[in-house]
C-alpha cells in the first residue's frame, strides 16, 4: 500500500525539492550537516505549521507549494516517542536525534524514518533518505501553491485578531 505525505518548499527551490539539499547544508533534527535528508509531514496542515514554526521572519507564504510524495508503507521504519532516544526533541535541536538520524541513515535500513511531530506529537514526520537504493520509487504528485485562511497571516506577522471569539 502506498502511503503520500507532503513536502513544503519555496517555489523557487522546487526543482531541488527530494534532494535533501537543504537538510544537507544546515543540518536538521534527523541529520547531520553533510548528509541529505527529505522532511516531510504526514499531513498538510502539519506540514504547514511546520514551515510557520521553523520561519525566522515573516515571509509570504504564498511563495511556497506543497509537494505530495508516495512510496510504499514497507518502507517506513515507523517509531513512537517512546522508542527514540531522551532529549530526541529538545529545543533547539540537542544531539540526541541528529545522532540516531545519523545512524539510520548510514545504516540503509529503510528509506524512510516515521517519527511524532514536536508540534503535534500525535501526528508523523516522514523522513527519507534520498541516497536510499530505493530512492527511485517514490513519486511525487503536482505540486500546489499554498493558500491559508487570511487569520493566519495575522498571527505569524505578530498582529492580534480583529475578532475574539466568546464562548
Not at 513544503?8 to 547531520?32: C, F, H, M, Q, S
Request: glycine content about 8%.
Amino acid at each position: 500500500m502506498k502511503i503520500t505525505v507532503w513536502r513544503i518548499v519555496r517555489e523557487k527551490y522546487l526543482d531541488k525539492a527530494l534532494t535533501g539539499e537543504g537538510a544537507k547544508l544546515w543540518g536538521g533534527r534527523w541529520n547531520p550537516v553533510g548528509q541529505p535528508a527529505v522532511y516531510c509531514a504526514g499531513h498538510l496542515s502539519l506540514g504547514i505549521l511546520e514551515m510557520i514554526v521553523h520561519l525566522d521572519e515573516y515571509i509570504d507564504i504564498h511563495r511556497f507549494v506543497a509537494v505530495p510524495v508516495s512510496f510504499n508503507e514497507k518502507s517506513v521504519w515507523t517509531l513512537s516517542s517512546d522508542q527514540l532516544p531522551g532529549g530526541w526533541n529538545e529545543l533547539p535541536i540537542g544531539p540526541a536525534s541528529i545522532a540516531f538520524g545519523e545512524k539510520w541513515l548510514n545504516e540503509k535500513n529503510h528509506m524512510v524514518l516515521s517519527v511524532p511531530s514536536i508540534i503535534v506529537p500525535l501526528e508523523h514526520n516522514y523522513i527519507i533518505d534520498p541516497l536510499h537504493i530505493d530512492f527511485t520509487s517514490i513519486e511525487s504528485g503536482t505540486p500546489r501553491k499554498i493558500r491559508l485562511d487570511p487569520r493566519l497571516y495575522n498571527l505569524i506577522a505578530g498582529k492580534k485578531p480583529e475578532q475574539s471569539l466568546s464562548h
